[in-house]
């Protein structure tokens, strides 16, 4: 309902933010990261302020009461007692506090190495700024891709099937939506994913050069950019398997999984002072790819578990056709050989060459998932292309 609002405060917010860093960046330079402090402060007020405004004027609107939302005025958003009901709902409160508790894991798991870096010291100023350059590049895709495809379909299955409730006592049309969707969603992940992993081992190199030239490009930059490939193909398949997971599962089942999160997040913590003293930079990929592919046999497990005693394999979603198998390994072939050729020392000529090379390889590899995964392709235009149409509009 509010994507439309969620986007111009973000935009507005973040237009001040790069605005003001850059006014003080020129003008006062002398306040080194201060300037980056106070931008943080003005994104976050800007933020608040244009969804504080929003409310403020939606509340109680004939706009309100024509969608049907549920709170009149601003004191609704403030906790207060319904006539005949308790204050606090407890089943929804316990609920809550299980995602809190789960979410916080998340931000160790997610943020962990960070705090390794930080405290441990195990990377020096500069190898923690490549990392730093690395892992947002990197990660550019998870949040411009998967991270809407997250999202969107984390409420699909939650409005899809009733949490808590075994495959038997439910609706078998909507058991069935939710398992077709499941399996095109892995399928749709694993081939992006597949094909920034292939495509980032042979472009690594020239993607860093080309943004920060030969100061990225010459030292651990494009072996930690390559790792970060592979890494974000387990991000794309887990993404879309606990979005699955978190819209199925009951309370109880919740804090079950939060003791798994303290687990993993300990682990991860521990692999990442460990491989980073072995490995530098790469270290802290190989702790998140670990860590991620221990979540990614959690939920496959309960997912398995989940339609086990249904006609329903949505688990098939990850494996993708032969054919297209075969084409992305001779394009990782005929792309790394382009490199070692091609690309980075010798001109621009011999880089557009390389590009070149890419683009043929990746049409190839384009045409190859409309030929062997009509399946997909129908699921893309029928179900996800109108649900983002319908979402933006």
């Known amino acids: 309902m509010f994507v439309r609002l969620k986007v111009a405060a973000e935009s507005l917010a973040m237009i001040a933010k790069c605005s003001l860093t850059v006014v003080l960046v020129v003008t006062s330079h002398e306040w080194g990261l201060y300037i980056f402090s106070a931008a943080h402060v ?22 309100a009461t024509k969608k049907g939302f549920p709170l009149q005025s601003v004191g609704d958003l403030l906790p207060h007692k319904t006539n005949g009901k308790p204050l606090v709902d407890w089943t929804l409160a316990r609920l809550t506090w299980s995602f809190f508790k789960q979410s916080f894991l998340k931000q160790i798991l997610t943020e962990g190495e960070r705090y390794v870096m930080t405290f441990l010291n195990v990377l020096s100023f ?27 379909f984390y409420i699909f299955f939650g409005k899809v099937l009733e949490r808590g409730r075994d495959v038997k006592s439910q609706k078998q ?39 920060g030239g030969s100061l990225l490009s010459s030292g651990a930059g494009p072996s930690l950019l390559r790792c970060y490939s592979c890494y974000v193909l387990l991000l794309a398949v887990n993404g879309v398997t606990e979005c699955f997971v978190f ?21 991860f913590l521990l692999l990442s002072y460990m491989l980073t003293w072995w490995a530098g930079g790469i270290g802290f990929i190989l702790a998140n790819c670990l860590n991620m592919g221990l979540r990614i046999s959690h939920s496959l497990l309960y997912i398995h578990r989940y339609f086990q005693s249904t006609p329903w394999k949505p ?46 390889c990746l049409l190839c590899v384009l045409v190859t998932v409309l030929l062997t995964e009509t399946w997909l392709i129908q699921f893309v235009r029928t179900k996800l292309l109108p649900q983002y149409r319908k979402k933006h509009t």
Not at 136 to 149: D, E, Q
Not at 181 to 206: M, N
Request: glycine share 8%; aromatic share 10%.
């Open 173 to 211: 049309e909507d058991v069935t939506i939710a398992a077709e969707v499941l399996e095109c969603l892995l399928k749709l992940v694993l081939v992006i994913g597949l094909i920034i992993t292939v495509f980032g081992y042979a472009y690594s190199h020239l993607a860093l050069d080309i943004y």
């Open 247 to 267: 819209a199925a599962m009951s309370q109880e089942e919740v804090d079950k999984y939060n003791l798994v999160m303290l687990a993993l997040s300990v682990s």
């Open 42 to 63: 003005v994104y976050t007020g800007v933020l608040v302020l244009c969804y504080a405004v929003y409310f403020l004027c939606f509340l109680g609107s004939k706009e």
């Open 315 to 360: 688990l098939r979603g990850l494996l993708p056709s032969p054919l297209l198998l075969l084409a992305l390994a001779v394009s990782a072939v005929i792309t790394a050989v382009s490199e070692g050729f091609f690309c980075c020392d010798d001109g621009w000529l011999l880089r557009l060459v390389h590009i070149c090379v890419g683009a043929v």
């Open 126 to 152: 500069g190898d923690q700024g490549v990392y730093d350059i690395v892992n947002n590049l990197g990660s550019m895709v998870a949040r411009f891709i998967f991270l809407p495809i997250e999202e969107s």
